[in-house]
C-alpha cells in the first residue's frame, strides 16, 4: 500500500472539525470505490507557546481505475484534522479530553465513509436495475430471459414485433420452438452449449411468424452463472437482419445467374455440368446462337435486343423437361444441359425440339416482329469428357451449324475441332492483314447491253495469304461477319474504292459508277449512313455514281430491319441493288417493299440460262417482276457467248463476268473506260433453248400476275382470297384441280379447293409432317411428283386414290408469313410432268402475295370478331 502525502490545516479545536470532516471523507469515499478507510492520529512539536500538535491522516484503500489487476491497491489522502491544546509541558501527553476525541475520531470516520459508501452503491445498484429494465423493455432488437431449458421467462415488445405475435404468447414458450424448422436443430445446439466456459454464442437462423412469414435473425446468447438460491439464466438477443441476408441471397443469385434473363450464368453451369458428370454421364449439351441478332440489336435498338433475349430466354424454360439447365453465357449464347440422354439421336431430337420452340415470330412491339433463328451444336457426355470439354464440342458443333447456313442443329465429331482451328486461325491472319495492308480491291466492269459501254465497276476484295496463297471471299467473308471484323473490313473497302473512284477518267459514256457490296451489320448501323455521306464528301465523289449491293438472302431474312436502314440511304441519294437474286426466294411482295434501284441475277441462273428451260424461265420472270418497277437488271457470271445472246433476248440491261472482263487492278481501269464500246460477241450456234411461251412471252404473263396480286390484296375475307387466288391462277397456269390447305397447330386442313370438295373431304386433316402437304408445312420447301403413280412420296393407298381421280403430276409450294408457314398452295393435273419450271416459278411468286392476303384477311376477321362481341 503507497501512503499519500501529508499537508497540514490550520490549528483549530478537533471538536468543531470532526464531523465536517467525517462528512468530508464520507463524500470523497463513495465516489473512490473504497475498499478500506484507515484514521490514525500522530503528536508532533507545537509552536510555542501553543502546546502539543496533534495531527490526523485518514487513508482510502481502492483499486486503481486504469486497466491494472485488481490485487494492486493504492493509499489516497482524503484531508487532515488537527487540535491544539495548551500545556505546561512541550512534550506532554494530550489531556484526556483530547485523546478521547482522537479516540472518536479514528472510530466515526472510517464508520462514517462507510456508511455513506454503503447508501450510495445501494442508490447505484437501484438505479442500474432500473436502467437495464428500460433498455431491455426499449431496446430495437428483440431480447429475451431464458431459464436453462430455453423456455422464455421475459421478452421485450421487439421480440414479439418480430415474432408477430403478442407478448404473451412468447412468454413461456421455448424460443426454439419458433425457428424455422430447417434451422431449428442448429439454434438448439448452440443455446445448449452455453456453460460458465463457454458463456456466449452467436447463430443466424430464420424464425416464423405467427402469419407464416420468415424473418432472419441473428441471436447472440450468454450464460449468466447463478448464485445462492438464484439460478442461472440465458440473455438472449435477436437482431432482425432479413433485409441483409435478401441482399446477401441477391448478391448470391447475380453471382451465378444472368441479371438479364435470370438464367443459370456460366460458373453455375459449370458447376450443375460437374455434379451431372460424377453420375451415370447420360446427357448432352446443346449449344445455341441466335442467328443474325446483330442486326436485330443494331437495327430495333439494345432495348429491343433485350426483350428478344428475355423472350428466347423464357421460351427455352417451356420446351426443356424438369431437371434440365438453361443458361445464358453472354450475348446472344444459350446452353441446355438435358439430362437422360442415351444417343447423339436423343440429343439432336432435343436440340430440334429447341429449335422448333423458338421459331415461332417473336413479337417486341406494336411495330416489331421478328423471327428467331439459332444455331444448334450438340455435344453427348463421353466417358472421359469434363465440364469444359462438353461445352467446347457443343461451341465448334455450333458454328459448323451456323457456317452451313444456320437454323439447324449439328452434332459434335472430331474433326470439327480442325475446323474451329481453321476459323480462329483466318479470323486472326485476317485481322492481321487489315492491319498490315495486304487487303486489295479489284473492279470487274459492268456493261450496258445496248450501248456495249462500260457504265459502272464491282470493287472485289482479294486476300493473298502469305502462306494459304489466294484466300476466298466465299471462306474469309463468313468469319468476318461472324466477328466485328466485318465492320472494320467495310468500311476500309468503301474508303478506299471512293478514293479509287474519284480519281476514275471520264470515259465516253460519263464518268462509270462504283458497286460496292455491304454486309446488313453495316447497315444495321446508325451511323453508317452519315459515314457514307462523310467519304462522298471527302473523296468528291457524287452519291449518284454509287450503288451498295447486299444480298437477296439477307433482305428476306431481315425485311422489316433494313427496310427503314435502306431508305435512309436512299435519301443520300446513293442507289441500291439487291445481289444475288433468285437465291433467297424473293418475290413480288418483297419487290414492292424495298426501296431498291438494281435486280442483280445469281451467276447460278446466268449459267443454264442457254440451255436450260428452268434457268431461263426464272431469269425470264425476274426480268418480268424488275419491269414492273422500273428496275435496272444485271446478270452476273457471263463466261459465254450463247449466255449473253439469251440474255439479251430476255431483256436484261446489264451485264458482267469473264466473257467481257475479267476482274483488274486500278491501274487498268484507266485503260479500259477510253476504250471502245465492248463488241457483244455472237454465239457461235444457235441457243440450244427456247421457251415454249403458251401464246404469251414471260413478261406479259408476269404483267397478268402483278394484276391477280393487286385483286388478290385488295380481298379482305378469306373465301374472297381463295376464290380470286383460283381465278387469277387459270389465267397464268393450265392445271385440272387445286387447293389451298391451312396449317393449324400441328394440322393441315383443307381450306378451299378448286373445282369444290365435298364437305367429307373439306373434313379431312394431316399432321404436320405426314404426307407431301405435311412435309411442305414442316420443312417450307416446295414440292414437284411428276408422275404421282411412281413416286416413293406418296403412299400406295394415296395413289390409288389420286390415280383414281385421273391425277398424275402434283406440285405444292408453303404459304409464308411473318417467316412461318401458314399453309400449302398446290395444284394438280391428270398429265403426266405437266408443269413446266415456268409454271412452278409463277406459282412459287404468286404464294407470297397468297400467303400474305390469307394472313390480312385473318387479322380482319379477328378484328371484325372483336368489334361484333358482347362488350359485357
Known sequence: LLLAAVSVAGAVPLARLGPAAARRVGMITTGLDVLAVAAYAVAVDGRPGLGSLYVLFVVLLGPLRWGLPGVLATGVPVGLVSATWPTPDVTGAAPGGAQLWLLLALITLPAAALSEAWRRSGARLRQAQSQFEAAFEHASIGMALLDPELQVLQANPSLAGLLGT?????????????????????????????????????????????????????????????????????????????????????????????????????????????????????????????????IINDGLGHAAGDRLLQEVAARLRTVVRPGDVVARLGGDEFVVLSHG???????????????????????????????????????????????????????????????????????????????????????????????????????????????GRVTELEALLRWEHPERGAVSP??????????????????????????????????????????????????LDSTFPGRVVELLAQHDVDAARLTLEVTETALVEDT?????????????????????????????????????????????FVAGVADEAGSAAIVGGVVAMASAFALTVVAEGVETAEQLHQLRRLGVDRV??????????????????????TDVPAPRTAPAVELDLQGRDIAQKYRLLLEAARDITGCVD????????????????????????????????????????????LAATLR?????????????EPRYLPDITISAAVSAKRRRSNTSGGVRSWYGVPLVAEGRVIGVLQIDSTTVDAFSDEDRLILLSFASVVASAVQTARLFAEELGALQRPTG
Not at 190 to 213: M, N
Not at 729 to 758: E, N
Open 474 to 523: 466465299a471462306e474469309f467473308v463468313p468469319v468476318a461477319e461472324q466477328s466485328s471484323l466485318i465492320d472494320e473490313i467495310g468500311n476500309w473497302v468503301l474508303d478506299r474504292a471512293l478514293q479509287d473512284a474519284a480519281l476514275w477518267p471520264e470515259g465516253r459514256s460519263g464518268r462509270p459508277g462504283l458497286a460496292v457490296n455491304v454486309s446488313p451489320r453495316q447497315l
Open 656 to 677: 458482267q463476268g469473264f466473257l467481257l472482263a475479267r476482274p483488274m487492278i486500278d491501274g487498268a481501269v484507266h485503260a479500259i473506260l477510253n476504250a471502245p464500246a
Open 166 to 294: 403478442p407478448i404473451e404468447a412468447v412468454l413461456g414458450s421455448d424460443l426454439c420452438d419458433w425457428a424455422a424448422e430447417e434451422d431449428r436443430a442448429e439454434l438448439v445446439a448452440a443455446l445448449r452449449r452455453l456453460t460458465g466456459t463457454h458463456p456466449g454464442i452467436r447463430a443466424e437462423v430464420r424464425f416464423v411468424r405467427a402469419d407464416g412469414e420468415q424473418r432472419w435473425g441473428l441471436v447472440a446468447a450468454s450464460w449468466l452463472g447463478g448464485s445462492a438460491g438464484v439460478p442461472p439464466r440465458i440473455v438472449a438477443q435477436v437482431e432482425n437482419v432479413t433485409d441483409r441476408k435478401n441482399a446477401e441471397e441477391r448478391l448470391s443469385h447475380l453471382a451465378q445467374h444472368d441479371a438479364l434473363t435470370g438464367l443459370a450464368n456460366r460458373p453455375l453451369l459449370l458447376a450443375h455440368l460437374d455434379s451431372a458428370l460424377q453420375g451415370d454421364r447420360q446427357l448432352c449439351v446443346v449449344f445455341l446462337d441466335l442467328d443474325r441478332f446483330k
Open 718 to 761: 378469306l373465301t374472297s382470297v381463295m376464290e380470286t387466288t383460283f381465278a387469277a391462277l387459270r389465267r397464268l397456269v393450265s392445271f385440272t384441280g387445286g387447293s389451298i390447305q391451312l396449317v393449324d397447330g400441328d394440322v393441315v386442313r383443307l381450306a378451299a379447293t378448286d373445282p369444290p370438295a365435298t364437305p367429307e373431304a
Open 560 to 604: 422489316r430491319t433494313l427496310v427503314p436502314a435502306l431508305r435512309a440511304l436512299r435519301d443520300i441519294g446513293v442507289r441500291l441493288a439487291i445481289d444475288d437474286f433468285g437465291t433467297g426466294h424473293a418475290s413480288l411482295t418483297y419487290l414492292a417493299q424495298l426501296p431498291v434501284d438494281v435486280v442483280k441475277v445469281d451467276s447460278s
Open 341 to 451: 440422354v442415351h444417343s447423339e439421336n436423343e440429343a439432336l431430337a432435343v436440340a430440334e425440339r429447341v429449335l422448333a420452340g423458338l421459331r415461332p415470330p417473336v413479337e417486341l412491339d406494336a411495330r416489331s416482329e421478328v423471327v428467331v433463328a439459332a444455331s444448334a451444336g450438340v455435344a453427348v457426355a463421353e466417358a472421359d469428357c469434363t465440364a469444359e470439354t462438353l461445352l467446347r464440342d457443343a461451341d465448334a458443333a455450333m458454328y459448323a451449324a451456323k457456317a452451313a447456313g444456320g437454323g439447324k442443329a449439328r452434332v459434335f465429331t472430331p474433326d470439327l475441332h480442325h475446323a474451329a482451328r481453321r476459323t480462329h486461325e483466318l479470323e486472326r491472319d485476317l485481322r492481321r492483314a487489315l492491319t498490315d495492308g495486304a487487303l486489295t480491291l479489284t473492279y470487274q466492269p459492268i456493261v450496258d447491253l445496248a450501248t
Open 768 to 780: 404436320v409432317g405426314e404426307g407431301v402437304s405435311g412435309g411442305i408445312a414442316a420443312t417450307g
